[in-house]
């Protein structure tokens, strides 16, 4: 019954959080929609915060677990850049704009994201190691500066007040920047579009 109770909870607090952000919602609200007790909401989340972090994992877990998997079946570099775009673009509609807007203000959930983020792309990793061995990928690529590189640039651009200020939906912004570096490192027939 406390898992049944504790998805419950996750998933209207989610309905809720996605359509008026998290600071407008109270935990009283949710009992009242789930017409549960307050002790039991508060024997599983003891506080508002740790309900918001249940609330992030069920949504960033099935999407990076997602871009694992293509990390590890996907062949083509570009491939699996073109799968974590489609992954990131069905991510967006799962955080909505009043929600995008109360991360900017709560440090510890964005860096629970910036973390899970990080650990996504300890994946891609093997997939441009696999792309260098194949040719896909130019062969003077140093893969842990670009990791670097590419880390600093979505943790630099790719975070709540940014992709506000750019009027963006983080699938957009994740689409612009895996372009921008997959045409960077394809192999010079790659990026032209011929065969390698």
């Given at each position: ?39 039991t ?48 673009h ?42 260098k ?6 062969p ?20 709540p ?27 010079d ?8």
């Open positions: 019954m406390t898992g049944e109770a504790r998805d419950r909870i996750v998933a209207e607090a989610r309905r809720l959080f996605y359509q008026f952000g998290f600071r407008r919602i109270a935990m009283d609200e949710i009992t009242a929609n789930l017409r549960m007790s307050k002790k909401l508060y024997a599983l989340f003891p506080s508002k915060k740790e309900l918001i972090q249940a609330v992030v994992e069920s949504i960033l877990e099935p999407n990076l677990a997602r871009v694992s998997a293509l990390a590890r079946n996907e062949k083509s570099v570009a491939g699996f850049f073109s799968g974590s775009i489609a992954v990131f069905g991510l967006s509609r799962s955080i909505s704009e009043p929600m995008m807007a109360d991360m900017r203000t709560m440090p510890d959930v964005w860096s629970k994201v910036e973390a899970r983020r990080r650990e996504a792309l300890m994946g891609l990793r093997q997939v441009l190691e696999r792309g061995r194949s040719g896909e990928i130019r003077d690529l140093h893969v842990d500066l670009f990791l670097r590189i590419y880390l600093l640039m979505i943790n630099a651009v790719g975070n007040a940014v992709i506000l200020e750019l009027n963006m939906k983080p699938s957009e912004l994740a689409g612009q920047l895996g372009g921008l570096f997959l045409k960077g490192i394809l192999n027939k790659r990026r032209t579009g011929g065969a390698s």
